[in-house]
């Protein structure tokens, strides 16, 4: 049974720092992984989306890579801004379609 | 396009009521997932269409929950009777299938069901 694990739980940095957060999968059989951003009381929003065969997507500041054969994938955000602030989740695609989340990072960005 | 639409946005009920949650996929799409956001257990997927058709309940968490799907535009999440532990956000997701590994779900702002 796949499992998603995001680590860590909860991250504060200061304005214009560059920070890394980390998902692990434990099963390697995967379609794709999504990096989601939600806000607090929202839904969720796709940033980034890598396919099984890819090894990192770029959206403007943010870079998500993806590592199979270890089960891992990170979510860099560059010069980090308090507009930043949100919960962070990660998810892998089965090849029945559905999405398998980790329990997120909330991310704070103090000004 | 409107986006995933849901409602209510918010619902208060007392224990033992029904709780009926809706759900407009984004049109043209042919996928549909219902998930359940708590903060001990995350985001789980409860039931999830293709085509109208269920495809996975094993997610329901048990016979008080039901979901049905009568056309490509409309789905319902049914609570009965609804207990506390229910209390949750609710999400319903959309996408293409056939898009492979670039498939990616459309999520709605969510539901948020408390139950007294």
């Known amino acids: 049974k796949q499992e998603v694990t995001q680590i860590p739980a909860a991250l504060s940095v200061p304005e214009g720092e560059n920070l890394v957060l980390n998902c692990s999968f434990t099963?390697?059989?995967?379609?794709?992984l999504q990096w989601f951003r939600q806000d607090p009381g929202k839904g969720l929003t796709s940033l980034l989306l890598i396919q099984s065969s890819q090894r990192e997507q770029t959206s403007g500041r943010l870079n998500a890579s993806l590592d199979k054969s270890s089960g891992r994938s990170t979510l860099y955000i560059a010069a980090s801004q308090p507009g930043d602030s949100a919960t962070y989740l990660c998810?892998?695609?089965?090849?029945?379609?559905?999405?398998?989340f980790g329990k997120g990072t909330k991310l704070s960005v103090k000004p | 396009d409107a986006g995933v639409i849901q409602s209510p946005r918010h619902e208060v009920t007392e224990m033992g009521q029904e709780v009926t949650l809706r759900c407009k996929p984004i049109?043209?799409?042919?996928?549909l997932f219902w998930y359940r956001q708590t903060m001990m257990r995350g985001l789980e997927l409860l039931i999830y269409f293709n085509n109208n058709v269920p495809i996975d309940d094993s997610g329901m968490p048990e016979d008080r929950f039901s979901a049905k799907m009568p056309n490509a535009s409309f789905s319902t999440l049914k609570i009965q009777p609804s207990e506390p532990r229910d209390s949750a956000v609710y999400f319903c997701a959309s996408s293409l299938r056939g898009g492979g590994a670039r498939e990616t779900q459309y999520f709605g702002p969510g539901t948020r069901l408390l139950v007294l």
């Open positions: 099963d390697s059989a995967i379609y794709n």
């Open positions: 049109s043209g799409h042919n996928s």
């Open positions: 998810a892998v695609r089965g090849s029945q379609g559905n999405l398998i």
